[in-house]
């Protein structure tokens, strides 16, 4: 399983909440649960989204990272019974003391159980969580299959393209305009925060 050393600086891996998980903590209790190698970076990918939105809101990092570390760590464990997902990562997150903000926000990144995203944090998880796949996708069709080698025109344009990466939910990334972004500014700064961690997602 990929090592929390490295993506983010020593002073960034504090408490998330003075009564809850530093950060390598609960990566190390994702690591724990999520078993298959891809879904752990996809889980690092939208930590980095969510960390990168907390900066240019304003927000608490800690706090949205988590909520991006959190979004999946029960997708193995549900992966039979996906009426439970996110259901379950809430239950989760919630036994680590992590406050409801943040639970909410987990729970309803699902599209499966139609709960409202009524906060910052949950609208940012949703749109987030669909964005990093189409990432990621665009990245390994490109010549040199890295991040490094894509830009904001090159995931706008694949995002144009229906039969591309059919499982980004190209509505919930457009959703970001909930959050006062256009969809290509939403891009940029995702992929900003993908390529940030480049090296841990293995792009």
Same mark, same amino acid.
């Given at each position: ?8 600086? %020593? ?18 209790? &994702? ?6 190698? %891809? ?7 939208? @930590?980095?989204?969510?960390? *990168? ?37 809430? @239950?989760i997150a919630a036994g680590l003391g992590f406050d409801e903000e943040i639970v909410d926000a987990v729970k309803a990144h699902s599209d499966i159980h ?5 906060? *910052? ?14 990432? &990621?996708?665009?990245?390994? $069709? ?7 080698? $894509? ?5 706008? %344009? *694949? ?9 980004? %939910? ?26 940030? $961690?480049?090296? @841990?997602?293995?792009?």
């Amino acid at each position: 399983m990929l090592a929390s050393e490295g993506l983010f600086s %020593n002073q960034d891996v504090k408490q998330v909440r003075d009564d809850t998980l530093t950060r390598d903590e609960l990566v190390a209790e &994702v690591s724990k649960r999520v078993t298959t190698k %891809n879904l752990f970076k996809h889980i690092l990918a939208v @930590e980095a989204v969510m960390r *990168r939105l907390a900066r240019h809101f304003g927000e608490d990092e800690e706090r949205w990272g988590a909520a991006g570390l959190l979004h999946d760590i029960d997708y193995d464990e549900t992966r039979d019974n996906p009426h439970l997902h996110s259901i379950k990562s809430a @239950e989760i997150a919630a036994g680590l003391g992590f406050d409801e903000e943040i639970v909410d926000a987990v729970k309803a990144h699902s599209d499966i159980h139609g709960l409202p995203r009524d906060t *910052r944090m949950a609208k940012a998880l949703y749109s987030a969580d669909s964005l990093t796949g189409l990432i &990621v996708a665009s990245a390994l $069709i490109s010549p040199g299959k890295r991040l490094a080698g $894509i830009d904001t025109e090159f995931v706008m %344009n *694949r995002m144009g393209e229906k039969a591309f990466a059919r499982g980004a %939910n190209r509505d919930a990334i457009r959703s970001c305009s909930e959050l006062g972004f256009e969809v290509e500014e939403f891009v940029s700064l995702a992929l900003e925060a993908m390529q940030g $961690i480049s090296k @841990e997602l293995g792009l």
